[in-house]
């Protein structure tokens, strides 16, 4: 259970965030909204590593994925180990396909073999896994690749941002922010097209094939 109750943050005497409420669900949470919204600063407060006024309630353990971040020169496989005892990394290893990294030093690796290896690290070790924009730096197949591992990982609750409006396709809920306020809290078929072409200033086509939702570019 991840739950956030009038969320309100204010840097450099600014406003950043202000009264965000919802409960993420099981399964896959995605935060939308303009560069400059406040996805980011929403993270860091739910993983503790800034102020904020309200409150956050979580059930169980929370793992992190930044959305940029620092590759020390160190064996891949002491990159997955470090921190949690307890995580079960063979497993994750296994199901993300990276055994063929992890002799390697990590800061040797490409920006996307390394995001890969932090998801995998993420997944072992969070029930509550907070991810910022994890599908940068992956190619299309990554991405995909991904997107299907996290849905097999129902059980777990994730929440991540992304510009990448596809991966509504795979998503429980939507959250849709802008100017640090919460314009969208629900299920991905209920988003209407005419919200995300106010957030981001541009026209979108909701269209439904399968049972999924999909939202193309139309000016
Ligand atoms: N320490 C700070 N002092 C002042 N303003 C800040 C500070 N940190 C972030 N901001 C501002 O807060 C706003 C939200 O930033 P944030 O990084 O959360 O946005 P974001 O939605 O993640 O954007 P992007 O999609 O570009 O990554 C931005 O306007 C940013 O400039």
Redesign the pocket.
């Known amino acids: 259970m991840l739950t956030l109750r009038n969320i309100s943050v204010r840097?450099?005497?600014?406003l950043?965030?202000s009264s965000i409420s919802f409960s993420a669900v099981k399964g896959i949470n995605v935060i939308l909204?303009?560069?400059?919204?406040?996805?980011?600063?929403?993270?860091?407060a739910i993983i503790g590593m800034i102020k904020y006024d309200g409150e956050i309630r979580v059930d169980g353990e929370i793992s992190y994925v930044p959305?940029e971040f620092f590759s020390p020169s160190m064996k891949v496989l002491d990159v997955l180990k470090a921190g949690r005892k307890r995580a079960n990394y063979e497993s994750y290893i296994k199901e993300l396909n990276v055994e063929k990294f992890l002799e390697r030093d990590f800061s040797t690796l490409s920006s996307g073999e390394r995001k890969l290896i932090l998801v995998t690290k993420a997944l072992a070790e969070g029930d509550n896994v907070i991810m910022?924009?994890p599908l940068s730096n992956l190619d299309v197949k990554n991405k995909f690749f991904v997107m299907n591992i996290l849905k097999k990982f129902n059980h777990k609750t994730f929440l991540i941002?992304s510009?990448e409006l596809e991966t509504l396709r795979y998503a429980d809920k939507a959250i849709v922010?802008n100017k640090?306020k919460l314009e969208y809290d629900g299920g991905v078929s209920d988003l209407s097209d005419d919200l995300l072409s106010n957030v981001y200033g541009i026209k979108f086509k909701k269209i439904q094939v399968d049972g999924k939702t999909f939202f193309n570019v139309t000016g």
């Open positions: 840097l450099g005497g600014k950043i965030l909204g303009p560069n400059g919204s406040g996805k980011t600063t929403l993270l860091r959305a910022d924009e941002t510009h922010i640090g």
